[in-house]
């Protein structure tokens, strides 16, 4: 089992830079490969990045390809995601989740992953 809580939401001007954390309990975190999601309002929960178990290798949904920034610190059990150049359409309700099965690839989909957070809401402003 994996508790998952996040933190760093809040509300940013357009082109402004925000950095979520996931913080995880239990002694199995530096065995999953990890994820981000977004949710915006009256829209389906869409993949953001995601981490394998070392930090190396990421991979990031096409929105926010050279934007968002993707990295863990297995020893402090904590995942982060650095947002930068946000954009009003970054605004939604933030998910870190982890995946605990061995795949092979970074997995995309939220039905892929096992556990989640509660969420932190961002909202960017123009």
């Known amino acids: 089992q994996v508790q998952l809580v996040e933190s760093g939401g809040g509300l940013v001007q357009a082109g402004g830079s925000l950095r979520l954390s996931c913080a995880a309990s239990?002694?199995?975190?530096?065995?999953?490969?990890m994820g981000w999601f977004r949710q915006a309002p009256g829209k389906e929960r869409e993949f953001v990045a995601a981490?394998?178990?070392?930090?190396?290798?990421?991979y990031y949904g096409d929105s926010v390809k050279g934007r968002f920034t993707i990295s863990r610190d297995n020893a402090k059990n904590t995942v982060f995601l650095q947002m930068n150049s946000l954009k009003p359409e970054d605004t939604a309700v933030y998910y870190c989740?982890?995946?605990?099965?061995?795949?092979?690839?970074?997995?995309?989909?939220?039905?892929?992953?096992?556990?989640w957070g509660q969420g932190t809401q961002v909202t960017v402003s123009s």
């Open positions: 989740a982890a995946d605990p099965f061995s795949r092979g690839r970074l997995a995309t989909m939220p039905r892929e992953y096992a556990y």
């Open positions: 239990g002694r199995t975190f530096t065995m999953y490969a």
């Open positions: 981490i394998d178990w070392s930090g190396g290798n990421t």
